[in-house]
């Protein structure tokens, strides 16, 4: 049974049945001939002098075919990288600056024999004193990179782009609001931990270099191909068109993916000079040490407002986290929390993040990518002063959003325009649907009970859909990997002759479902089956070009792309089929796989016919070009906003600090929908990120550097158990910014859960004296935070 869909109608994900039955393409799934395995030497210091490297044993080894080190790479210089203020070297010769830092790869016939040599690789080391706390590191008492003044690289402030006196007026005009004696200040120093990106597939990279042909071609795990082939192509000096990337299936990516590795070019490079295909296969422990990381802020939150709610100002002052090196688009992350600062509301807003390098991890875009930590800040803040005065949360939420006329007005903190927004709305529809008054009544009975239940209130604002291309003139550039830097994206639709339809993108999924949303929007456009639609993408030797897939943009851009190439297509067919109707352009219809002619269904064409006569001129309208194709860029003028609201029953055991999670009920609205299967798979799996981070998760280093949570033993993620059966719900405010409407959800679960939780946990305790407790709220912690309020000194 065929399946034409119009936008917003529910069809299963076609790229299910392979994945499901283990017949998948991955990397680890493509095997060529002659291959050889790497392995990387990486540093066991956080910090420290590399003196020497005695790879001579390694090289005795039977099947061992070279030793690198940094001496052999130096020529190609730093990786390039989107905000290159300290990017890392290739590999490190001089002083290492994290744990997993590679200092030496070994290439050899497979892992093991690879895994063996490098185990038998002396590197003496010097040891430094490591900086992992970031106070320590903004004190810059040691500074991390050597001819840098400071360890913090770059600071944000809001409001952007006003000039500094304009800054600090906003932050005057808030302290002296805070120095009234007729207003409400609640601050609150708050940890937004550092967690541990874990993909189901770790990172993997083939490269064979085609050594009669200079060219080259990488399988790797990426969410963005165009730019890991211009990455490689810019540092081995290649031209464009001697590199091609494949990601073909990419199990997961969530930001750390959103790179380009120092491994990739390494393992091109390789195979470029041993003229074979070489691999390399990421470990868990490498992953947790040496792919990025995400989060890892440190800040104080404070809001001023009247004793009956009003909010007459906030101001955040934090520090971000970097990690080592900055790579890709991590110095710039703060910036998109920057964006969303203020939330749904309507006040003064000075917001300033210093962002600030230490020996840890690299730290770079993770699911939501600035906006999980912004929106947890203000809405815990806001949860306080509501409990502060005495009003219910919702109540003080609802007082104080911008108003839904005044869009598209409104200007977020970063200086653009918001798009479109009901923030009222929005939270009366979850109010109302979640059944707010019963559930406090809920809450109060279990009180009486001696039960400790509590209710957790949350909104946030995202910005997806990333544009407008000016961002790339503030330093968000690919133009690094010679590929053009604005935030455009791109889509080929191509009828062929049987009426069937290749669609090709520029974007790079890795499970989000592209292949079943775009043959919905091409087949919304054409009247052409879903079944007959065939969409390839991540191959830029096919591919359009494109930046990629990651904050949520890859529908809204590319997507929109893809659907003004189906319409161009459509205007082209009309022609066609007017011309083998003998009827006019005007009055032709497309539906059920073929045009019909308005009001006279029995006159008809079908597809195939239309798709053949436009590659025979003699049968195409004159003067009409050859074929039935069309390739869109399209760029939009503007970023989007979706938003929503999220709402949680949890129960508290203060004998264990255990938590329960009784119900969670979600309203978002990232305008209009294009299939609603695939938009409640990405806020499923977005709300158990988020709880994930609530509740579980937290890359710990010692003082020394030392990752402690390395392994999947230490480093715990939600399963099925430790998440309640979601109700998700939507209200609709399409953006006007792209002519499907559609805002983008792919975070939104995860921007607005975890402090979600955590509000319900604090009302849960609130009445044992708990006022706030650091994620992750394990049993412990919690523990500690009822016994310390309550003075028993149990903690």
Excluded at 214 to 219: D, G, N, Y
Excluded at 469 to 497: E, I, K, M, Q, T
Excluded at 590 to 610: K, L, N, R, T, Y
Aim: charged share 20%; proline share 5%; aromatic share 6%.
């Amino acid at each position: 049974m065929s399946t034409t869909s119009a936008l917003g109608g529910i069809v299963r994900r076609r790229e299910d049945p392979a994945l499901i039955e283990g017949k998948g393409r991955y990397v680890d799934d493509i095997k060529l001939h002659n291959e050889a395995a790497l392995a990387f030497v990486r540093s066991p210091l956080a910090h420290a002098k590399v003196l020497s490297i005695d790879s001579s044993a390694a090289l005795a080894m039977d099947g061992v075919f070279a030793v690198y080190t940094a001496a052999d790479v130096e020529h190609m210089g730093a990786l390039v990288a989107q905000v290159a203020i300290v990017p890392p070297p290739l590999l490190n010769g001089d002083v290492v600056k994290h744990v997993g830092e590679a200092v030496a790869m070994v290439v050899a016939s497979d892992r093991y024999v690879a895994q063996d040599a490098v185990d038998a690789i002396f590197v003496d080391y010097e040891p430094m004193d490591a900086i992992v706390d970031l106070t320590d590191a903004a004190s810059d008492r040691i500074v991390i990179h050597e001819g840098t003044e400071s360890n913090t690289v770059i600071s944000w402030v809001a409001p952007f782009g006003a000039e500094p006196d304009a800054q600090a007026a906003v932050k005057t005009g808030i302290e002296e609001a805070m120095a009234r004696d007729d207003t409400v200040v609640v601050s609150q120093k708050m940890t937004n931990q550092r967690l541990i990106p874990t993909a189901i597939e770790p990172r993997r990279v083939l490269a064979d270099w085609e050594a009669g042909y200079k060219t080259l071609t990488v399988h790797t795990s990426s969410q963005i191909p165009h730019a890991v082939a211009g990455g490689i192509s810019v540092m081995l000096g290649l031209p464009s068109t001697s590199v091609r990337v494949i990601a073909p299936e990419v199990g997961g990516g969530f930001g750390s993916k959103l790179n380009v590795y120092r491994e990739e070019i390494l393992v091109a490079w390789a195979s470029q000079q041993l003229e074979r295909p070489v691999r390399w296969t990421e470990t868990r422990r490498e992953a947790a040490n040496a792919t990025t990381q995400g989060r890892g802020w440190i800040g104080t939150a404070t809001v001023v407002g009247t004793s009956d709610g009003e909010l007459l100002g906030y101001k955040f002052e934090g520090l971000a986290d970097l990690g080592a090196y900055t790579q890709g688009l991590g110095a710039a992350i703060p910036f998109l929390g920057l964006f969303v600062a203020s939330g749904q509301y309507k006040m003064p807003t000075y917001w300033k993040v210093d962002c600030v390098v230490t020996n840890t991890a690299t730290i770079d875009a993770y699911r939501g990518a600035g906006r999980p930590e912004a929106m947890y800040y203000i809405e815990r803040i806001i949860d306080m002063y509501a409990r502060q005065i005495g009003m219910d949360p919702a109540d003080v939420r609802l007082k104080n959003f911008i108003p839904a006329e005044e869009f598209p007005v409104a200007m977020s903190p970063a200086g653009f325009a918001m798009d479109t927004g009901d923030y009222a709305m929005n939270l009366n529809a979850l109010l109302e649907t979640g059944a707010y008054d019963e559930m406090k009544a809920t809450r109060e009975a279990a009180r009486a009970e001696g039960r400790h239940v509590g209710i957790g209130l949350a909104t946030y604002v995202e910005v997806c859909g990333f544009a407008p291309a000016g961002l790339a003139d503030l330093g968000f550039s690919w133009s690094a990997y010679g590929l053009p830097s604005a935030y455009n994206g791109s889509g080929l639709v191509r009828v062929n002759p049987d009426a069937t339809v290749t669609v090709m993108i520029g974007t790079g999924p890795s499970g989000q479902g592209h292949q079943t949303t775009w043959a919905q929007i091409v087949s919304d456009r054409l009247g052409i089956a879903v079944e007959d639609i065939v969409v390839h993408h991540g191959d830029t030797g096919v591919s359009p070009m494109g930046i990629g897939s990651f904050g949520s943009r890859s529908a809204a851009v590319d997507g929109s792309a893809t659907y003004e190439a189906a319409d161009r297509v459509r205007a082209k067919a009309a022609k066609i089929a007017a011309h083998l109707l003998e009827a006019n352009e005007e009055d032709i219809v497309f539906a059920d796989g073929a045009a019909h002619v308005a009001g006279s269904p029995d006159s008809s064409v079908a597809w195939s016919e239309i798709a053949t006569a436009s590659y025979q001129a003699h049968k195409a309208p004159e003067g009409l070009d050859g074929g039935l194709e069309s390739e869109v860029l399209f760029s939009p003028a503007n970023a989007t906003w979706p938003f929503g609201a999220h709402l949680a029953l949890v129960e508290v055991d203060a004998e264990t600090g255990n938590v329960e999670i009784l119900r969670y009920v979600a309203m978002d609205d990232c305008g209009n929908v294009i299939n609603p299967m695939i938009v409640d798979g990405q806020i499923h799996g977005g709300l158990a990120q988020g709880i994930g981070q609530a509740l579980l998760e937290e890359a710990v280093y010692d003082e020394h550097g030392n990752l402690l949570t390395g392994s999947m033993v230490d480093y715990p993620i939600p399963t099925a158990g430790d998440v309640p059966m979601f109700e998700l719900h939507r209200t609709v405010t399409p953006t006007d910014i792209n002519a499907m409407g559609v805002k983008g959800v792919g975070e939104a679960g995860t921007i607005g859960s975890a402090q979600t939780i955590v509000n319900a946990v604090v009302d849960a305790v609130s009445p044992l004296g708990v006022t706030h407790i650091d994620m992750p709220l394990r049993p412990k912690r919690v523990w500690e935070a009822i016994n310390a309020a309550s003075g028993n000194g149990r903690a």
